[in-house]
């Protein structure tokens, strides 16, 4: 089993839509929790970070969590084609400095 | 104003040739990391040094060897170049016991290995 997966997509949705992407880890170690967007050819840039159960809204984006089901999803309200991107879902265990990464979901806004 | 850079940002190269990637980083962190993007866009850790001590060692080949001669700069020194050495090599920042913040990433080096 991987340390975090997601599904690769691509999540594809119309402009407007609220985008929903999954993320679930198996360390119950974990402590902290990161939503990175990568554009093509770019690097990651964080977008969100969690550490404790339930939501944490931040503009268009909020990131949900739930530690007892080792889920941490992300969701993106009126999308927008400029939110067409790769999202990292990444999990620090804080024991560890490192932060371990998931595949990525590709996204595509359809305008 | 480049807060985590990085040189060159495209290298290629043959095989069996020896490179340097260079990594600094104005953000005051005292951490610094080496990450690894395959064609997957799956990123995996490599080194990490704190205050120059090496903190994580990875399973990844000895031609790999990391340096850091300050808090602020991590190089990454590749001998033997070899085919599945090609990827895109991120560099990235952050700063332990403060808070729970991610990483800061530099702009990456693509290798491609020829």
């Known amino acids: 089993q991987k340390e975090v997966e997601q599904n690769s997509g691509p999540l594809s949705v119309p402009e407007g839509a609220i985008a929903s992407l999954n993320c679930t880890y198996s360390d119950r170690g974990s402590q902290s929790f990161f939503w990175y967007r990568q554009y093509s050819g770019k690097s990651p840039e964080l977008i969100m970070s969690?550490?404790?159960?339930g939501d944490k809204e931040d503009g268009r984006f909020t990131a949900q969590l739930n530690k007892a089901s080792q889920y941490v999803s992300l969701l993106i309200r009126d999308s927008q084609p400029s939110d067409s991107a790769t999202y990292l879902c990444a999990v620090k265990v804080d024991s560890s400095y490192k932060l371990i990464f998931g595949s990525g979901t590709r996204l595509l806004v359809r305008p | 104003d480049t807060a985590v850079s990085q040189t060159p940002k495209y290298l290629v190269t043959q095989m069996g040739n020896d490179k340097s990637i260079k990594c600094e980083q104005n953000l005051g962190h005292d951490t610094m990391y080496w990450y690894k993007q395959d064609s997957k866009k799956f990123l995996k850790i490599m080194f990490s040094?704190?205050?120059?001590?090496?903190?994580i060692n990875e399973t990844v080949p000895n031609r790999f060897s990391p340096k850091s001669p300050d808090k602020a700069h991590l190089n990454l020194h590749i001998n033997s170049l070899e085919l599945g050495d090609s990827a895109v090599y991120f560099c990235a920042s952050s700063q332990i016991g403060v808070g729970n913040y991610g990483y800061t990433f530099g702009s990456g080096t693509r290798l491609t290995v020829v």
């Open positions: 969690i550490y404790s159960n």
């Open positions: 040094y704190n205050n120059k001590e090496l903190i």
